[in-house]
């Protein structure tokens, strides 16, 4: 599986952005998709994850991101909205068979990220 992601970019307080992942073959029927981000000096933090039916989000993004899919275009989005400076990171989406959990370690697939610059 490839992941690819794009839609990054600079973007002021309180804006919005949409970030995409799009997979090299059709696998959202096996696989969950989760997004995770890494900020300057810090290590890899969950943003959001999807499979099947069930979604979860990270208490810092609630309310403000989510996360959705096109199966016909094995595509995974991340909108975020009310973006604020600490989300500045670099994005990554990334896939795993089975329940879309929290933790990066449980991924098996990566896409290759995509910066996010919030300046206030």
């Known amino acids: 599986v490839q992941l690819q992601a794009s839609g990054g970019g600079l973007v002021q307080a309180g804006g919005s952005l949409r970030l995409s992942c799009a997979s090299s073959?059709?696998?959202?029927?096996?696989?969950?998709m989760g997004w995770f981000r890494q900020a300057p000096g810090k290590g890899r933090e969950f943003v959001a994850a999807m499979g099947g039916s069930r979604i979860n989000y990270a208490d810092s993004v609630k309310g403000r991101f989510v996360i959705s899919r096109d199966n016909a275009k094995n595509t995974v989005y991340l909108q975020m909205d009310s973006l604020k400076p600490e989300d500045t990171a670099i994005y990554y989406c990334?896939?795993?068979?089975?329940?879309?959990?929290?933790?990066?370690?449980?991924?098996?697939?990566w896409g290759q990220g995509t910066l996010v610059t919030v300046s206030s």
């Open positions: 073959r059709s696998i959202f029927s096996t696989y969950a």
């Open positions: 990334a896939a795993r068979v089975g329940s879309p959990l929290s933790t990066s370690s449980d991924y098996e697939y």
